[in-house]
């Protein structure tokens, strides 16, 4: 069975220092898909990254980078630089294929971060 | 182009009352799941839903909870005789195809009281 851990449940970070929210998981899959989701206060969830079990190189989308260590099952988020409006929930999720499978996204029980000015 | 619509953002129930719950996709959307998120909890998949057709509804408690796309109008969730367990968000996400990225709606937050 897939499983997500997430073993933060809450972090502080200094405005303009660097973060890294761990994330472990558990799959017997060869094949999959791990994502990281922002939830602010006002509730909704909004994607930041995807990396595909195949992919050589680490994702990054701006701020965010993903450090993907597949031997250790881990894939953890790095936000650079953060920001007040980075305080929010993470959530790091899998898929069961590649790039989606949506039907089958396993969700971690979420990390609170809180950015202080 | 409008992102996925969940209405109402809020509802509250009795208990013993119906919930419904609508999500229109982003247009062009044709793949549509829902999550539950219990309080303190990440999201726990409930059902995917493509036009007419329930795809897998593995994640769906066995009583009380059903779900529809229609081939017009939006998908609902539908949840019966509601319990104040059900109290939760609820959010729908949509996808174009099944195995690309899927953008989530923001929710409905259910209170029974």
């Known amino acids: 069975a897939q499983k997500i851990t997430q073993t933060q449940p809450g972090m502080f970070v200094q405005e303009k220092e660097a973060v890294t929210l761990d994330c472990t998981y558990d799959?017997?899959?060869?094949?999959?898909?791990l994502f990281w989701y922002k939830q602010p206060s006002s509730g909704e969830m909004i994607f930041l990254i995807y990396?595909?079990?195949?992919?050589?190189q680490n994702a990054t989308e701006g701020r965010y980078s993903l450090n993907f260590q597949k031997a250790r099952k881990s894939a953890n988020l790095v936000i650079s630089a953060s920001q007040l409006g980075d305080s929010a929930m993470y959530f790091c999720a899998m898929s069961r294929h590649m790039r989606g499978s949506y039907d089958k996204v396993i969700f971690g029980p979420g990390t609170s971060l809180s950015v202080i000015p | 182009n409008a992102g996925v619509m969940q209405n109402p953002r809020h509802l509250v129930r009795r208990r013993g009352q119906e919930a419904r719950l609508r999500c229109s996709p982003m247009?062009?959307?044709?793949?549509v799941y829902w999550y539950r998120q219990l309080p303190e909890e990440g999201l726990k998949f409930m059902v995917y839903?493509?036009?007419?057709?329930?795809?897998?509804e593995s994640g769906m408690p066995k009583e009380r909870f059903s779900a529809e796309f229609p081939k017009e109008g939006p998908s609902i969730l539908r949840i019966q005789q509601v319990v104040r367990g059900d109290s939760a968000a609820y959010f729908c996400?949509?996808?174009?195809?099944?195995?690309?990225?899927?953008?989530f709606g923001q929710g409905t937050r259910l209170t029974v009281v």
């Open positions: 996400a949509s996808s174009p195809q099944k195995n690309t990225e899927a953008f």
């Open positions: 247009k062009g959307h044709s793949h």
């Open positions: 799959t017997s899959d060869q094949s999959y898909g």
């Open positions: 839903l493509q036009k007419e057709n329930i795809i897998d």
């Open positions: 990396q595909g079990s195949y992919d050589e």
